[in-house]
């Protein structure tokens, strides 16, 4: 199964300041489409996940232009501008790739 | 505005089965694969199980392969998971995604399934 690896596991930031996540994979994650299924996907506290980025960098509807993500292959990171009270919560990376489908350990973010 | 509506969890002795559902609203059934996605309390996410629009496709974690068994109904708007020889370790919140455009696009509230005796 491929690994996803997300850092770091807690990510503590000051309202207004950018915050970052990285996500590593233990294969590629280049289809054979040419396409990379790698996704991000946000849970706040008592919430259902919500996706927020689909393959690497496409933001999904409704969803802040404050986030966006980049990366290529195996190395991928989404990015937060200047972080809000409600950006509160935990921040997955999940590859769609191969099978089965897996997910990062997640990320913490909260407030300082 | 879609709509995914989980339901048949609730607790079960080891060895036991239960089967979930879910109901979709909103859009064509017919026109999305379906997913089954999992979170044991305090954990991470754990894709479950994947059902093409036709129902043809299917695919398993092998953490579940050979206990659990994915369906739809496109007529009847719902998806199903059939659980079998559930063990402690299938404890966990589960919940139905619609894929759109790719993966897990639209998540339901999702039921709470707890294996104990």
């Known amino acids: 199964d491929v690994v996803m690896t997300q850092s770091p596991l807690s990510l503590p930031v000051t309202l207004g300041q950018p915050a970052s996540i990285s996500c590593r994979s233990s294969?590629?994650?280049?289809?054979?489409?040419?396409?990379?299924?790698l996704h991000w996907f946000q849970q706040r506290p008592g919430q259902s996940p919500r996706r927020l980025i689909y393959?690497?960098?496409n933001r999904d509807s409704g969803v802040p232009d404050r986030f966006s993500g980049s990366g290529s292959g195996t190395d991928f990171t989404l990015k937060i501008s200047r972080v809000e009270a409600e950006d509160v919560g935990v921040y997955y990376c999940?590859?769609?790739?191969?099978?089965?489908?897996?997910f990062g350990q997640g990320t913490k973010v909260e407030i300082k | 505005q879609v709509q995914l509506v989980e339901s048949g969890g609730g607790l079960v002795m080891p060895g036991g089965s239960l089967r979930l559902s879910c109901a979709a609203s909103?859009?064509?059934?017919?026109?999305?694969?379906m997913n089954w996605i999992r979170q044991a309390p305090g954990r991470g996410l754990e894709w479950v199980s994947y059902?093409?629009?036709?129902?043809?496709?299917?695919y398993y974690s092998d953490s579940v392969k050979g206990r659990f068994t994915i369906s739809r109904d496109n007529a009847k708007n719902s998806l199903y998971l059939q659980m079998n020889s559930l063990r402690a370790e299938d404890t966990a919140v589960y919940y139905c995604?619609?894929?759109?455009?790719?993966?897990?696009?639209?998540w339901g509230q999702g039921t709470l399934v707890t294996v104990s005796s």
């Open positions: 393959k690497v960098s």
């Open positions: 909103g859009f064509t059934f017919s026109d999305h694969s």
């Open positions: 059902i093409s629009r036709s129902g043809k496709t299917i």
């Open positions: 294969q590629s994650l280049v289809y054979s489409d040419g396409n990379t299924y």
């Open positions: 999940m590859q769609g790739t191969h099978w089965p489908w897996t």
């Open positions: 995604a619609r894929d759109n455009v790719v993966a897990a696009g639209y």
